[in-house]
Nanobody
């Protein structure tokens, strides 16, 4: 069982940056692949980024490539999403998710139905 708690959301102007963190409970964090998803008002939840157990494999949605960076610190049970050059269309609730890395073949998972554990989400609002 893994419990996930996101933090770092807030209000930022377009072009600004935010750093989202996801703290995971449990002693086996390093066995989990992690992902970030987001859901904007009136839209379905979508994939943002994912990282495998070691951090050696990462995935990004085309919409955030070159602007967002995912990383993890297994010693601190934390995964971070650094978001730069934010746009109003990045406004959404951002969710952290986890799944045993074996289910992702060591490469990270990009489909939300692959993830078993979810955080409560953190709001990111980007103003014009």
């Amino acid at each position: 069982q893994v419990q996930l708690v996101e933090s770092g959301g807030g209000l930022v102007q377009a072009g600004g940056s935010l750093r989202l963190s996801c703290a995971a409970s449990g002693r086996t964090f390093s066995t989990y692949a992690m992902g970030w998803f987001r859901q904007a008002p009136g839209k379905e939840r979508e994939f943002v980024s994912a990282i495998n157990w070691s951090g050696g494999s990462t995935l990004y949605a085309d919409s955030v490539k070159g602007r967002f960076t995912i990383s993890r610190d297994n010693a601190k049970n934390t995964v971070v999403l650094q978001m730069n050059s934010l746009k109003p269309e990045d406004t959404a609730v951002y969710y952290c998710a986890a799944v045993l890395d074996a289910y992702c073949s060591g490469l990270g998972c990009s489909r939300q139905n692959e993830y078993h554990y979810w955080g409560q989400g953190t709001q990111v609002t980007v103003s014009t």
